[in-house]
């Protein structure tokens, strides 16, 4: 599996962006997507998680209310809507995918990861 994340960028606090996760590849019966975040000198932290199967969503409390997770499943696409940015955001945004349906807030139980894309979110 194969998963191409995109749609960072550079906004002023409050903003929205709109960040985007392309699976590709060899394909699972069930699995979920998580979206993980990682400042610099911190660990990777947990963001929000979708099932695939039926769309159940958890986030982190820190986006609760700001965030928004969603999937195409035609496209094979899970996204992220960030709205009214804080510059706490500001990090690289990375996708992941975990074979079978737990949706695991734990980045090491996941088993595959795009790349990453840079947020930077200015005061």
């Known amino acids: 599996v194969q998963l191409q994340a995109s749609g960072g960028g550079s906004v002023q606090a409050g903003g929205s962006l709109r960040l985007s996760c392309a699976a590709s590849g060899r394909t699972f019966g069930s699995y979920v997507m998580g979206w993980f975040r990682q400042a610099p000198g911190k660990e990777r932290e947990f963001v929000g998680v979708i099932k695939w199967s039926d769309g159940y969503t958890f986030y982190a409390d820190s986006v609760k209310g700001r965030f928004t997770i969603s999937r195409d499943t035609a496209k094979n696409s899970v996204y992220l809507q960030m709205n009214s940015l804080k510059p706490e955001d500001t990090a690289v945004y990375y996708c992941?995918?975990?074979?079978?349906?737990?949706?695991?807030?734990?980045?090491?139980?996941?088993?595959?990861w795009g790349q990453g894309t840079q947020v930077t979110v200015s005061s």
């Open positions: 992941g995918a975990r074979i079978g349906s737990y949706p695991s807030t734990k980045h090491h139980q996941y088993d595959y």
